[in-house]
């Protein structure tokens, strides 16, 4: 019925990935005043237990983790390898015991009346988005707390240990422990009611916007000064990214990420309709096509409204306030950098003006 620390991690973690570790984190103070030091994961290796004394809190993580060179091992969404087991906590006081149907591989007591339950996932949930969705659908049930986090951080309580919240401290208690009980992915949702969250669309990998070329500089500063809000100026830009592409100022991947990066800038109203392939960049980059116009014209196209663009900031903030502030600075620097000729027509204008 109690198994020890050793056994019970080499049942839930029968099916580990290659080279994949879980941790375990043990130390005696209460763990609500407890520095971070005492919650770094040390990583779990098959067939042996760190010192995990019975008189402390002890802890492992439901996931297991890759050690990557360089980083050590961390419980990170970077180094997540698979989420193996699904914890219910509180089950007593803030999850109701009544309104759990599915019976759990192990219930454990961590202080009186309040239990967690745990499932075994088998085969354990490899895909990272996934295991995100179960963990805030369980969260969204009300079945864990918020704060415990997703499947990169969430900890749970060993069979053998204490709880020194409180005073004594409180010796866990193993309930129940059916290790045969495991369960698929379609199981935990049925069985616990589980509403998964929509499923993200993912978007490529945006790279910083450092421009190779001069060429690539002057076009990630035009698009600065045109803000990609409305569609006619989202269109606009695309076009003036692939015809660079088409140039060979920039490599295809290099183009999708600065468009990608360009769309996110615009702010949460204008990419509100992401998940529409009308309107989602990733889409737009796979099967938008320039048209017959020549690229130099998509490219100068661009470079006019963002000239227009920036004398519009330039003579409004200079007829209305007399002064310019950092964005009114911008966009002269722009100008005066790129379109010589109009920035001393605006000289001359503002001056006349006066």
Not at 85 to 104: E, F, I, N, S, Y
């Amino acid at each position: 019925m109690n198994p020890s620390n050793a056994v019970f991690m080499r049942t839930v973690f029968g099916e580990l990935p290659d080279g994949a570790m879980p941790g375990l984190a043990s130390f005696g103070q209460n763990p609500r005043t407890a520095g971070a030091g005492a919650w770094r994961a040390e990583p779990w290796v098959p067939g042996a237990v760190p010192a995990v004394p019975s008189d402390a809190n002890n802890y492992f993580t439901v996931s297991s983790y890759y050690r990557r060179p360089g980083d050590g091992f961390r419980r990170t969404s970077a180094n997540f390898a698979a989420l193996h087991a699904v914890m219910l906590d509180d089950v007593g006081t803030k999850a109701g015991a009544d309104g759990v149907t599915l019976q759990p591989t192990w219930r454990l007591e961590t202080s009186p009346g309040n239990a967690q339950w745990g499932y075994i996932i088998s085969p354990p949930i490899a895909d990272a988005g996934l295991a995100g969705r179960v963990m805030r659908a369980v969260i969204a049930a009300g079945l864990c707390d918020p704060g415990a986090g997703g499947p990169t951080a969430r900890y749970a309580r060993m069979p053998r240990g204490w709880n020194a919240k409180h005073s004594p401290p409180f010796r866990c208690v193993m309930h129940e422990w059916e290790p045969t009980r495991r369960y698929s992915v379609d199981d935990l949702v049925q069985g616990l009611g589980l509403v998964l969250p929509k499923q993200q669309r993912k978007r490529p990998y945006v790279a910083p916007m450092v421009p190779h070329t001069q060429q690539a500089k002057r076009l990630a500063e035009a698009l600065a000064m045109t803000p990609a809000a409305e569609y006619a100026a989202w269109i606009r830009g695309l076009g003036a990214i692939k015809a660079a592409v088409t140039l060979g100022v920039l490599s295809d991947d290099d183009g999708q990420a600065m468009f990608a990066a360009w769309s996110e800038a615009a702010g949460p109203q204008a990419t509100a309709q992401n998940d529409d392939t009308r309107f989602d960049p990733s889409a737009m980059w796979v099967r938008w096509s320039p048209s017959t116009a020549p690229a130099d014209a998509l490219l100068g196209a661009l470079y006019a409204a963002a000239r227009d663009a920036a004398l519009d900031v330039v003579r409004d903030q200079i007829t209305t306030d007399g002064a310019l502030d950092g964005k009114g600075l911008n966009a002269a620097r722009y100008v005066s950098r790129h379109h010589a000729r109009a920035f001393k027509a605006l000289r001359t204008e503002l001056g006349n003006s006066q």
